[in-house]
């Protein structure tokens, strides 16, 4: 029959499905797209975990969305994901507390282009952040996302994946470093990562779905954190750049977040689908179903990928154990 053609001109936060009953977790839900990610979907109805690295930060975003939506149902949870003892801990925390399952893992925190950093496990900050972490986080909640029939996981990648390259000598970057080329791996590993998860759902007949975003550009924090980091004459120069950017170019982050919304909750959409903006470049626009490039679709590294991240984490995903009784 083929893959069915889905026309998303002209969806919005309005267009999404009523999601009453529905229990969702977004990370790096404080700002930027996480941000109206969370939002929209609680305004929707759903029950929403704010999974934040600092709680001050959730706590003031959590008041602003019940000023924006009252009664909005809220919850905030300390969540660095670049931390593989915090994954687990909010893993295991959060399904003592929520017993019944987990219908929407939005795997959204992420850095941008930053200088060359580890991670507390030792890992390049990231592909530990933008892939493992969340490699883990999902891994985790296996049991919980199983629970609920129809459950997706959704992981917010980018454009900049069409330069990423998975250096599989080199993958934390110690021997050559660039923060935009590394930035790109770690983006082409969340595809590679959701069509291997989409895959093994299906294998192991789990009525769950992995799903695939990309923002294009929007206006968001994110590119900020590099300038600051580096610490150089280049800093004010770069920083003017992105700003001047995010003024004149970029759309809003509600916007950016779209296509991660659309992924969560249209209804009919096929399993590593891969949501984006359909207007020039990629970059802005309304939320249709978008291309990935060819390194995306080698499913010989996606299975190497995830060997690899399961070396590296520590995390096995127990598919027979999660398998409906």
Same mark, same amino acid.
Request: aromatic letters at 8%; hydrophobic letters at 40%.
């Given at each position: 029959? *083929?893959?069915?053609?889905?026309?998303?001109?002209?969806?919005?936060?309005?267009?999404?499905?009523?999601? /009453?009953?529905?229990?969702?977790?977004?990370?790096?839900?404080?700002?930027?797209?996480?941000?109206?990610?969370?939002?929209?979907?609680?305004? /929707?109805?759903?029950?929403?975990? #704010?999974?934040?690295?600092?709680?001050?930060?959730?706590?003031?975003?959590?008041?602003?969305?019940?000023?924006?939506?009252?009664?909005?149902?809220?919850?905030?949870?300390?969540?660095?994901?670049?931390? #593989? $003892?915090?994954? &687990?801990?909010?893993?295991?925390?959060?399904?003592?507390?929520?017993?019944?399952?987990?219908?929407?893992? %939005?795997?959204?925190?992420?850095?941008?282009?930053?200088?060359?950093?580890?991670?507390?496990?030792?890992?390049?900050?990231?592909?530990?952040?933008?892939?493992?972490? !969340?490699?883990?986080?999902?891994?985790?909640?296996?049991?919980?996302?199983?629970?609920?029939?129809?459950?997706?996981?959704?992981?917010?990648?980018?454009?900049? !994946?069409?330069?990423?390259?998975?250096?599989?000598?080199?993958?934390?970057?110690?021997?050559? =470093?660039?923060?935009?080329?590394?930035?790109?791996?770690?983006?082409?590993?969340?595809? #590679?990562?959701?069509?291997?998860?989409?895959?093994?759902?299906?294998?192991?007949?789990?009525?769950?779905?992995?799903?695939?975003?990309?923002?294009?550009?929007? $206006?968001?924090?994110?590119?900020?954190?590099?300038?600051?980091?580096?610490?150089?004459?280049?800093?004010?120069?770069?920083?003017?750049?992105?700003?001047? *950017?995010?003024?004149? %170019?970029?759309?809003?982050?509600?916007?950016? $977040?779209?296509?991660?919304?659309?992924?969560?909750?249209?209804?009919?959409?096929?399993?590593?689908?891969?949501?984006?903006?359909?207007?020039?470049?990629?970059?802005?626009? =309304?939320?249709?179903?978008? &291309?990935?490039?060819?390194?995306?679709?080698?499913?010989?590294?996606?299975?190497? #990928?995830?060997?690899?991240?399961?070396?590296?984490?520590?995390?096995?995903?127990?598919? *027979?154990?999660?398998?409906? &009784?």
């Amino acid at each position: 029959m *083929g893959t069915p053609k889905f026309k998303a001109s002209g969806w919005t936060a309005n267009d999404i499905p009523n999601q /009453s009953g529905r229990v969702a977790i977004v990370t790096g839900a404080n700002s930027g797209l996480g941000y109206y990610t969370a939002l929209d979907l609680a305004r /929707s109805g759903a029950s929403v975990t #704010l999974a934040v690295r600092t709680i001050a930060k959730g706590e003031k975003a959590k008041a602003e969305m019940l000023a924006l939506a009252p009664g909005a149902d809220l919850t905030v949870v300390e969540l660095d994901v670049s931390s #593989l $003892a915090s994954v &687990k801990k909010f893993a295991a925390d959060w399904q003592k507390n929520n017993k019944t399952g987990l219908d929407l893992l %939005i795997n959204n925190a992420g850095v941008m282009a930053i200088p060359r950093r580890t991670t507390v496990d030792g890992f390049e900050m990231q592909f530990g952040t933008n892939h493992l972490g !969340h490699f883990a986080l999902t891994g985790h909640l296996l049991p919980a996302l199983a629970k609920r029939p129809g459950s997706r996981v959704v992981n917010v990648s980018s454009t900049a !994946h069409r330069a990423g390259t998975m250096d599989w000598d080199d993958l934390m970057g110690e021997k050559t =470093y660039s923060p935009w080329r590394r930035y790109g791996q770690s983006k082409l590993a969340n595809l #590679l990562f959701t069509s291997e998860l989409n895959a093994r759902f299906e294998d192991a007949g789990l009525a769950i779905k992995a799903m695939a975003a990309h923002p294009g550009y929007a $206006a968001t924090n994110l590119a900020s954190v590099a300038p600051d980091m580096k610490g150089t004459r280049a800093e004010g120069l770069e920083r003017r750049l992105m700003d001047w *950017g995010a003024r004149t %170019i970029a759309q809003p982050a509600e916007w950016g $977040a779209l296509p991660t919304l659309y992924a969560a909750t249209v209804v009919d959409l096929p399993g590593n689908s891969f949501i984006g903006p359909d207007g020039l470049a990629a970059q802005t626009g =309304y939320p249709h179903v978008a &291309k990935r490039n060819k390194k995306a679709r080698n499913t010989a590294d996606a299975r190497r #990928l995830w060997s690899v991240s399961e070396a590296l984490t520590g995390v096995t995903y127990d598919f *027979g154990a999660a398998r409906p &009784k």
